[in-house]
């Protein structure tokens, strides 16, 4: 049905950037709603962002926006997460995730394996 790769993860240092990849492998990438998690150690997996579908209507966790931007490429069938500012708290591994719809944000369908972004002071 659909397959997710993560990419993009690594060390950065506090206020700089880092810009994930998601790569989609499905023939109806536009028909998925998309979005990021993270999940910090020995926490619950928390929404990040998500992204629905056809590419429209981004949403975002409250205390994230304005400094994460999520997109979509459907002809390339990828989803990125453009993050800037980025702070100690952002430490995590992020997730990739997609749904048919209205459980996007909750529990979606479909993960990635995870990529980590670690934040340095």
């Known amino acids: 049905q659909i397959q997710l790769v993560e990419s993009g993860g690594g060390l950065v240092q506090a206020g700089g950037s880092l810009r994930l990849s998601c790569k989609a492998i499905t023939r109806t990438f536009s028909a998925y709603a998309m979005a990021w998690f993270r999940q910090h150690p020995g926490k619950e997996r928390e929404f990040v962002a998500s992204?629905?579908?056809?590419?429209?209507?981004?949403y975002y966790a409250d205390s994230l926006e304005g400094r994460f931007t999520i997109s979509k490429d459907n002809d390339m069938n990828i989803m990125y997460l453009q993050m800037n500012n980025l702070e100690p708290d952002d430490t995590a591994v992020y997730y990739c995730a997609a749904d048919w719809g209205a459980q996007i944000h909750k529990a979606p369908e479909f993960w990635g394996q995870g990529t980590q972004v670690t934040v340095s002071s």
């Open positions: 992204i629905g579908w056809g590419g429209n209507t981004p």
